[in-house]
C-alpha cells in the first residue's frame, strides 16, 4: 500500500485566495483526520470523519475552513478565503478498524502552504 | 478536558548514552497514551502505546515507555541513542471514557543525538 497520499506537497498562494488541500487515505481504513502543525501550537486537530461522515469538526477554526469526504478514498480540506495565519503544515492521518487500535494512525507527508 | 505536556522543547544526549523524553498527562479517566517520531519533511510515525497491563511498554526501533499513575507520567526512554533518533517527538492522550474521542497531542521534544 501507498500509505497515507496528500497533495500538493507545497502551496504557495496569496491573502484571500481559495486553497484546497487533498488527502487519499489508505484503503479499508475507515477514519480520517485532518491536522495542523505550527510552532506555536504544535499538532492540533481540526476535524475526523468515521465511514466518511464528520464526527468532530471543533477543532476547524473558522467558518473559512471546511472539509469534505465524498467517499472512501478521498478528502479536502478547503480554506476560503485564505490568509497569512493559516501559512502551517496540514497532516491528514488515517486508521483502521482491523490493528485493534483505532488510535493508531497513519500520517502523509503533509502539505506544507504559505500565505503571502 | 485532557491535555499532554512535555516540559522539554530540546533534549540533546550523546550518542550511546541512554535518553529520556518526559510527557505527563491529564485526563478524567484511564488513559490511552502513545508516543509518535516526526523525521523531517514527514508524517508522524506510530512508536507505542499503552492501553493497560505492564507500565513498562515496548515499541518500534528500540524504544520504551515508563507509565506512572501516581505522577501521571508516560517518559519515552532507550537505553542507547543513535544518531538516526534525531527527530521531533509526540506523546499523545486518549481519554478511555465513553466512545471514540480525540487524541490530543504534545506540542513535541525535539531530540538531538550528537556523534
Known amino acids: 500500500d501507498a500509505g497515507v497520499i496528500q497533495s500538493p506537497r507545497h502551496e504557495v498562494t496569496e491573502m484571500g485566495q481559495e486553497v484546497t488541500l487533498r488527502c487519499k487515505p489508505i484503503?479499508?481504513?475507515?477514519?480520517l483526520f485532518w491536522y495542523r502543525q505550527t510552532m506555536m501550537r504544535g499538532l492540533e486537530l481540526l476535524i475526523y470523519?468515521?465511514?466518511?461522515?464528520?464526527?468532530?469538526d471543533s477543532g476547524m477554526p473558522e467558518d473559512r475552513f471546511s472539509a469534505k469526504m465524498p467517499n472512501a478514498s478521498f478528502s479536502t480540506l478547503k480554506i476560503q478565503p485564505s490568509e497569512p495565519r493559516d501559512s502551517a503544515v496540514y497532516f491528514c492521518?488515517?486508521?483502521?478498524?482491523?490493528?485493534?487500535?483505532?488510535?493508531?494512525?497513519?500520517f502523509g507527508s503533509g502539505t506544507q502552504l504559505s500565505v503571502l | 478536558a485532557q491535555s499532554v505536556a512535555q516540559p522539554e522543547d530540546q533534549v540533546n544526549v550523546a550518542e550511546g548514552n541512554p535518553l529520556t523524553v518526559k510527557c505527563t498527562y491529564s485526563?478524567?479517566?484511564?488513559?490511552?497514551l502513545f508516543w509518535y517520531v516526526q523525521y523531517p519533511n514527514r508524517g508522524l510515525q506510530f512508536l507505542l502505546k499503552?492501553?493497560?497491563?505492564?507500565?513498562l511498554v515496548k515499541g518500534s526501533y528500540g524504544f520504551e515507555a515508563e507509565f506512572n499513575k501516581s505522577q501521571t507520567s508516560f517518559h519515552l526512554k532507550k537505553p542507547s541513542a543513535l544518531v538516526s533518533d534525531s527527530a521531533l517527538y509526540f506523546c499523545?492522550?486518549?481519554?478511555?471514557?465513553?466512545?471514540?474521542?480525540?487524541?490530543?497531542f504534545g506540542i513535541g521534544t525535539k531530540l538531538q543525538v550528537i556523534p
Open positions: 492521518a488515517s486508521s483502521s478498524p482491523w490493528t485493534g487500535l483505532k488510535e493508531k494512525l497513519f
Open positions: 484503503s479499508g481504513h475507515d477514519y
Open positions: 470523519f468515521n465511514n466518511n461522515v464528520p464526527i468532530d
Open positions: 485526563v478524567s479517566g484511564n488513559p490511552y
Open positions: 499503552y492501553i493497560t497491563g505492564d507500565n
Open positions: 499523545a492522550v486518549r481519554d478511555r471514557i465513553g466512545g471514540y474521542q480525540k487524541v490530543t
